[in-house]
């Protein structure tokens, strides 16, 4: 069990993911236990899979480049709808019904975060060039719990466009966000143990450099490349980055308390 004095005043970013939205992992329960301990605890969340079934009832195969979903517009409105609706509005609500004030907001609000065009290929997929954390601080010091979903603003639209809103990848937003806030612990909730070797064992530690030598040696693949980079890119300004199974009760408190849980990347 996780002490006060072990979490009380740290901020922790905690991406909860699409793959374990849902399932009843005890992410929610875990997170006001550190709030309530003195924590500030920072959640942003996916919802990869609510957004590929609610594509899929528009008609529209859901395609991935890179472990990216490319996004065109009307899968971009899906998109919002999916994230900054239903599922951040549905965790607020999980929030409040345990006894925990969150309070929902995206990359939108306040200009939090500023996005290019990623790559043409992907469509309105962005990249982060600019995070604002203010609104997330002003949240923190109210002693409420953010809650972000993961769009942000199309930084320096063409005159005369309608098009100010790209999509952006829920691991890319937790490390930046976590960078912009000097956050203490950086930690992604997914449905594996962890980092896995090419045996398919856990890696429990590792460098930044190991980290990026297992993506460019072909070994991490998918969904698990955006987590890695946002732990290793974030170490100048962030404690500690974590991957662990957010299905495994517990594991986050134990994680924060400093046991061994997945991987760890300092």
Same mark, same amino acid.
């Given at each position: ?20 939205? =849902? ?170 143990? =962890? ?72």
């Amino acid at each position: 069990m996780v002490s006060s004095n072990d979490v009380s005043g740290s901020v922790i970013v905690i991406k909860i993911g699409g793959s374990t939205l =849902g399932e009843g992992d005890s992410t929610v329960p875990d997170v006001i236990d550190l709030w309530k301990r003195g924590a500030k605890p920072v959640v942003v969340h996916g919802g990869g899979k609510v957004i590929s079934q609610w594509v899929a009832m528009q008609g529209i195969q859901p395609v991935f480049v890179r472990g990216l979903r490319k996004t065109d517009r009307a899968t971009l409105d899906v998109a919002v709808a999916v994230l900054a609706g239903l599922v951040n509005s549905e965790l607020v609500a999980e929030f409040d019904a345990l006894g925990a004030k969150a309070v929902g907001l995206s990359g939108l609000s306040g200009g939090m975060l500023r996005a290019d065009v990623l790559d043409e290929e992907l469509g309105y997929v962005g990249k982060i060039v600019e995070t604002d954390p203010q609104p997330v601080r002003t949240l923190l010091d109210s002693g409420v719990i953010p809650v972000i979903a993961p769009v942000a603003l199309l930084n320096d639209p063409p005159e005369g466009s309608s098009d100010r809103i790209l999509n952006i990848n829920a691991d890319t937003s937790a490390g930046h966000i976590a960078r912009a806030l000097g956050a203490d612990r950086l930690i992604f909730q997914t449905d594996v143990e =962890g980092v896995l070797d090419a045996r398919r064992r856990l890696i429990p530690r590792m460098t930044r450099r190991q980290a990026y030598e297992l993506i460019s040696g072909g070994i991490a693949a998918g969904g698990m490349i955006p987590k890695i980079e946002a732990c290793a890119d974030s170490l100048d300004e962030v404690g500690s980055g974590h991957i662990i199974d957010g299905r495994a009760a517990g594991a986050l408190l134990r994680c924060c308390a400093g046991e061994d849980v997945g991987t760890r990347i300092v």
